[in-house]
């Protein structure tokens, strides 16, 4: 199986690269950085926001070929009962921010594409159980994490998000375009994150805080699986 793991921020594949200490840099542009440690594990740098996602999912699709691909790093947790540095593993990806209601499309779904892009559910369950085994220091949960272009500090933004999506646990800014362009390659996808913060005015000092252990945290949830499925 070749593996591609894919984090939006250097602080995030940071861990990975310090543990796996990648050889070779196969592409290299803008944010987008793509480091082969082996010929069946590739970790990518792929910059922060939907349209660095994409651009990087389409290039590693098109070019790499992974059989699976773990898009990993912080999230925000819309659940305050979460713990900070928690893992999240998401249950489907799809956008929170996307609004063609008035053509009869689904909040967060993107014109001619699907309303959303669901996790294998035999592979969700294979993770959560690996995980749920092996992992000591840290709770992991599973749940709906939705992908938008802002960062979750407005607590307006958050109580609509709340209304539109009531089953949403989390936010990211990467995942949903990623497993928009897998698709098309017929790619599976997991999204496991470390929760940086819980969503609202106190998000961004609560992720500056947060973030090396979070990330640390996804990082050892992504290793054991990487350990397993390889």
Partial sequence: MKIAIVAAMKEELLPFEEHFSPGNVIFSKGPIRILEVHENLILVQSGIGKANAAAAAAWLCDKVHPDLIINTGTTGSFNPELGLADVIVSTKFAYSDVDATGFDYAWGQVPQMPADYPVDVKLQQKVLTLLR???????????????????????????????????????????????????????????????????????????EETLEKASQNAFEAVRILVENFL
């Fill in 133 to 207: 085994e092996q992992v000591q220091t840290f709770s992991v949960h599973s749940g709906f994490i939705a992908t938008s272009d802002s960062f979750m500090s407005s607590v307006d933004a958050v109580a609509n998000i709340r209304a539109k999506l009531p089953d949403i646990t989390a936010s990211d800014m990467e995942a949903a375009p990623i497993a928009q362009v897998a698709s098309f390659y017929d790619i599976p996808v997991l999204n496991i994150r470390g929760i940086s913060d819980h969503v609202g005015g106190d998000a961004p000092d609560t992720f």
